[in-house]
């Protein structure tokens, strides 16, 4: 398919861009297969470069022969575009329209774009999990490397390389995985270095309505635990649903099978309902005229930062089994795709220090979201304007770096990198040039041949120019296990990412720019002392020497 | 002392005011003339003012002994567990008395002593000079006797109370000076009125024999109500949010629909509305403005004092707002004894009105974060400070009172004491050179107004992120002007030196001027990098904190295995009264 089929006017001169706390803009619009730019005639600086991928929806209205096209992107901006000419705008609409919904992943931009900078690093194989495997294997004898999923036969969503007990053979591990769901079979996703206790998630278990059991799976999670140890087990669906899912092949551990282990139940809500609450969220955080009590109302009745919650508490249980109890922990919901990645993942940031520096926290995205399966392709298809009303559609992994932000505003010195960090993971997870979100699980991604055809967004972030605007200028290291509260009054609304385009953040800017000048400062005043110091030593030691030739 | 029957109970147990497990701290309770002291077995002390004291409540006996809940106007709540009930009730009814007193002569003011003598006592009374304040603003000038202006515009603030209009009443004198006040602005014919009650009020108010201005007896004005509710309106509003607030176990959503029921932030945009519209009626419009309420010493003082901050960059530096509150608030009548409920009177009569005022400051300094000298811990130490009854300033209800009450000589001020920590009460961030001159036009966007977690949890230590950015760049902006300093020792210690070398040179000729690079002065290129200052570490420390305090999980008896000791919260305003 030709590009150029879909795009019926490449060009309208005379459109008019407005976009909230920005004066007007009059240019010329143009289409490309994967752009919409409005350069203004007057300046060059003032050009707009949106990826269509970055669309999520549009509205269409006419006054006389004017036409506005209205554009609400998947990074929740808003913009309005005013095109003389009734004709011109409606074909720009369609082909915007139709550009933005192409259903072949390979026409997207990623296969495109070529990088207009150096690759110092290829990201593609800057996170391999032989290398994560040597983090652990210093530390434990207790784990190996499995190649059972070499062709993905045992596990389609699954990776090819997984840690497993050292003391289960791929034999079980193929049996384990027609008792998971999804072929999920418990695989490692946390060792925990102070006290050997780790983390696991899976699929959960096809228990059935009669109660089925598999030895193999019973053996290989026990593995994990030391003698007279008990571990936890965290459904992230409460017990009814767990129980319901039985009727759909699924269910949960039985006490009786699993007698070291104590489930516990923490709900969290999946699919639409996330979906939903985002589109509500948004839309409340747009309205500038709300009156106090209806902004307090429509906040509430979103959900987003009950959602918040529910993930955090969950996330810090497993991390208190873990550290203070001392004990493993395996977490699952139905698919261990969604829920059981935040949590694992979240647990991780509170446990490991190595998780809050920015190469720690790509590697962790790397493996407990991209390899561990998370649909990218699916949940991030539309955004919060979008009412497809498609269940597979879900703000799962904006609600874990909305997580992880409210983690880093309660210990703003303990992450190497800064808010602007997770909001272009945000971006590039929704609409990017590069191919690291592209697919659905590294089989999808292996088929499309993604690592040669395509740009890793790590190759782009890892190089210092980019590193310098995502970095901390606070952070110091910290080796502690970090506990945030939860309590709503602790909670607070991610400005940076749903005000961000309905306010002018100029003041704040200049704060933190000024706050950054100081910390500069501060560094160049003690590299001065510093030198003036070894100066002064050195000054008085030769005149030490001269007086006692 | 006649009051205090118990003065040390030991084995008192403190609640944890979230905790669902009852986590305590065992330790001793003391009570002194003017304190109720704790001390926790890590010998951590918690001293509560007795004048702090809102309210103390016995509740019923349980297996542990007896409950003791005391609620502060500082918003500290403290849970004890007296184990016999007899020393509980003894503290109790201390407390009662010692938090109630009757004459003003018994409160703290009357007999703290910081060990200044008369001559700087009265120095501190007279830091802050309100002649002096009007001579800044230009007043009087040839349009305006001693009254209230504002220095860059001809167009003035002034203030009054309600007529006593009625349904038809008149008067031709209050007409008069209206219409001089009008004419004392050269730029604009007209002027604003500002009746900063909801309508219905003003009109209720009319049967009274009181109301509002009519706009057909007042040639040349533009009459403006703007819907601020009453101060007992605001009692309730500030109740319902602390009891929301204070709910053990609070769910996102019973937080959110507290708040809004509260109605606490609806009130606090009201007031800011209201400042926003006299500053642009004064910037955009040169239109002189009348404000006035019921009485004109609440809403007004309000509505007023916001006002000149957002005109005036004067009132943002911390001179500046000491100067904000004399005169907006103190000299014009601001019922602070009332309001705070200094002694033992009308329930009614107590408003958190001046509390409102601090919280809309405050969400100014979130919006601006460079155009205020002061942080946050100043908004907070004031606060602490109207309700101390320590220093003089803020006792009695009007200018006359106070001066009935020798406050001068009897008291001392605050002012000079907030001058002299003045470090700690420093932005870092403040910029006087870019907002100097500008006036603030904070945006009023609902979501821009957010729950003020550091005032109404100053003391719940768990509720507040462990690291404050703020504080580490305060230290570092202290660290840096000592950095300044110890350069330029440096660089004239270096200087001395090569002098001294050279004149050497001059004397005799240098023997290491043939091998210039000496043993020695290699190896000291590898001198270590010292860390110069001792940064405050224990600003920095991270508080591991505990999962405990946060409540994960019900499962948390299971998990109750004993907690290191907490390391020291940055936050916390260090406090005076101590």
């Known amino acids: 398919m030709e590009f150029a089929e879909l795009i019926k006017t490449p060009r309208v001169d005379n459109v008019v861009l407005h976009r909230p706390f920005y004066p007007a803009v009059e240019g010329t619009l143009c289409l490309t297969g994967h752009h919409l730019i409005l350069s203004s005639r007057q300046d060059n600086t003032e050009e707009l470069w949106l990826l269509h991928s970055n669309i999520d929806a549009i509205d269409k209205r006419f006054v006389g022969s004017l036409g506005t096209i209205i554009i609400k992107c998947k990074d929740f901006r808003i913009i309005q575009l005013d095109i003389p000419g009734m004709e011109e705008c409606l074909n720009i609409a369609s082909s915007i329209e139709a550009l933005s919904t192409l259903d072949s992943i ?11 900078f150096e690759v110092i690093e290829d990201g593609w194989h800057s996170f391999l999990p032989e290398q994560e495997f040597e983090l652990y294997s210093s530390a434990t004898s207790e784990w190996r490397l499995s190649y059972v999923n070499k062709e993905f036969a045992v596990c389609p969503s699954y990776p090819p390389i997984v840690i497993v007990p050292k003391s289960v053979d791929d034999e079980a591990l193929r049996k384990v995985a027609t008792f998971r769901h999804g ?37 290989l999670i026990n593995a994990t635990l030391r003698a007279g140890k008990r571990g936890y087990i965290i459904d992230t669906r409460s017990l009814n649903v767990a129980q319901q899912a039985r009727a759909k092949g699924g269910g949960f551990e ?145 609600l874990f770096l909305d997580c992880v932000w409210q983690i880093l505003r309660q210990f703003p010195c303990s992450f190497e990198f800064n808010e602007h960090f997770l ?107 510093n030198i003036l110091r070894r100066q002064l030593a050195e000054l008085e030691t030769e005149d030490g020497m001269q007086e006692s030739p | 002392m006649e009051h205090i029957r118990t003065t040390k109970v030991e084995q008192v147990k403190l609640l944890d005011r979230f905790s669902t497990s009852n986590k305590s701290l065992t330790g001793t309770l003391y009570l002194t003339a003017t304190h109720l002291l704790f001390i926790d077995s890590h010998q951590k002390e918690t ?100 009254s209230d202006a504002n220095r860059e515009y001809k167009a003035a603030i002034c203030r009054c109370s309600q007529p006593l209009s009625g349904f038809s009443a008149r008067c031709l004198e209050d007409e008069h000076l209206l219409q001089a006040v009008s004419k004392a602005n050269p730029v604009n014919r007209y002027m604003y009125v500002m009746d900063t009650r909801p309508k219905l009020n003003a009109m209720a108010n009319r049967a009274a024999g009181k109301g509002y201005e009519n706009e057909d007896n007042y040639s040349n004005i533009r009459f403006q109500f703007v ?82 901050l957002l005109l005036d960059s004067y009132y943002r530096t911390i001179k500046g707002f000491m100067v904000l509150i004399e005169k907006d608030w103190i000299s014009f009548g601001h019922k602070f004894s009332e309001r705070c409920g200094h002694l033992d009177g009308d329930p009614k009569e107590v408003s958190p009105v001046f509390t409102q005022f601090l919280e809309c400051v405050w969400h100014l300094t979130e919006q601006f974060p460079q155009a205020f000298e002061f942080n946050e811990a100043f908004l907070l130490q004031i606060h602490e400070h109207i309700h101390s009854c320590q220093f003089g300033n803020f006792l009695g209800n009007c200018q006359k009172e106070r001066e009935e009450l020798k406050l001068k000589e009897k008291t001392y001020s605050l002012w000079p004491f907030l001058l002299e920590d003045q470090k700690k009460y420093l932005n870092p961030l403040y910029s006087f050179k870019s907002q100097r001159f500008t006036v603030l036009e904070p945006n009023t966007v609902s979501f821009n107004f ?67 690079e000496s043993p020695t002065l290699k190896t000291s290129l590898c001198f270590k990098e010292q860390t110069l200052l001792p940064v405050n570490d224990a600003l920095r420390t991270i508080e591991g904190s ?32 101590c």
């Not at chain 1, 009054?489 to 953040?505: D, P, V």
């Open chain 1, 106 to 116: 390979t026409l997207m931009y990623p296969f495109f774009y070529r990088p207009m």
């Open chain 1, 423 to 529: 909001i272009m993971l945000f971006e590039h997870a929704y609409a990017s040039q590069f191919g690291t979100f592209l697919g659905n699980n590294e089989s999808e991604r292996c088929k499309l041949k993604l690592q040669q055809k395509t740009m890793s967004l790590w190759s782009w972030v890892n190089r210092p120019n980019e590193l310098s605007k995502f970095t901390n200028p606070l952070f110091e290291a910290n080796n502690l296990v970090i506990w945030p509260s939860v309590a709503p009054q602790s909670l607070q609304l991610w400005e940076g990412i749903f005000l961000r385009w309905n306010r002018t953040s100029k003041y704040l800017d200049e704060a933190y720019e000024e706050m950054v000048n100081i910390i500069e400062y501060n560094k160049e005043l003690q590299a001065k002392v």
């Open chain 1, 254 to 398: 039985q006490e009786a099978h699993y007698p070291q282990w104590r489930r516990i139940h923490k709900s969290i809500e999946r699919y639409h309902i996330l979906q939903e609450s985002l589109i509500k969220f948004v839309e409340a955080c747009n309205e500038q005229t709300h009156n106090m009590d209806r902004w307090l109302s429509k906040l509430e009745a979103s959900n987003w930062l009950t959602h918040i919650k529910e993930i955090l508490t969950t996330a810090c249980l497993a991390a208190q089994c873990i550290d203070r109890e001392g004990a493993s922990v395996l977490i699952h919901g139905t698919e261990g795709i969604d829920s059981t990645l935040q949590v694992t993942s979240l647990a991780q940031i509170i446990l490991e220090p190595r998780s809050r520096t920015i190469r720690g926290f790509e590697a962790l995205t790397e493996r407990e979201w991209l390899q561990a399966g998370h649909p990218f392709q699916q949940r991030c298809a539309q955004s919060a304007y979008c009412n497809s009303k498609q269940k597979w559609e879900a703000p799962v992994f904006l």
């Open chain 2, 47 to 146: 001293w509560i003012l007795h004048h702090h004291i809102a309210s103390v409540e016995k509740l019923a006996l349980t297996t542990s002994g007896c409950p003791l809940v005391i609620q502060c106007k500082n918003f500290r709540i403290v849970h004890f567990i007296v184990p016999r009930e007899r020393d509980c009730h003894d503290i109790y009814n201390s407390l009662l008395q010692l938090s109630k007193q009757a004459k003003y002569e018994d409160l703290y003011a009357f007999s703290y002593n910081p060990k200044q003598n008369d001559s700087e006592r009265l120095q501190g009374w007279q830091l802050i000079d309100l002649a002096e304040e009007y001579k800044r603003m230009g007043v009087p000038n040839s349009h305006w006797q001693l």
């Open chain 2, 450 to 516: 957010k729950f003020w977690r550091n005032m109404y949890h100053q003391f719940d230590r768990t509720l507040h992120p462990r690291q404050s950015v703020f504080n580490i760049i305060m230290n570092m902006n202290e660290q840096n002007k000592q950095l300044q300093k110890d350069i330029q020792d440096l660089e004239s210690k270096i200087k001395r030196h090569k002098n001294k070398q050279t004149d050497g040179i001059l004397t005799k000729e240098l023997v290491h001027s043939v091998c210039p």
């Open chain 1, 183 to 219: 072929g999920r079979f418990p695989v490692l996703s946390y060792y925990h270095k102070k006290n050997g206790m780790v983390i696991m998630r899976s699929g959960q278990p096809l228990t059935g309505t009669n109660g089925r059991r598999c030895k193999e799976d019973e053996k």
């Open chain 2, 227 to 308: 819907g601020i509710e009453n101060i007992h309106v605001m009692r309730s509003s500030l109740q319902k949010l602390l009891e929301v607030s204070g709910t053990k176990g609070l769910s996102v959503n019973d937080f959110y629909s507290g708040l809004e029921s509260s109605g606490w932030l609806r009130h606090i945009k009201a007031v800011m509305d209201a400042a926003i519209f006299l500053a642009k009626a004064i910037m955009v419009e040169n239109a002189s403005v009348l404000v006035h309420c019921s009485d004109g010493w609440d809403r007004t003082s309000q509505v007023c004092s916001l006002g000149s």
């Open chain 2, 546 to 577: 505990s999962p405990a305090d946060n409540r994960y999980s019900e499962y948390a008896e299971e998990f109750s295995k004993s907690e290191p000791a907490v390391v020291s919260l940055e936050y916390g305003v260090a406090r005076m009264t």
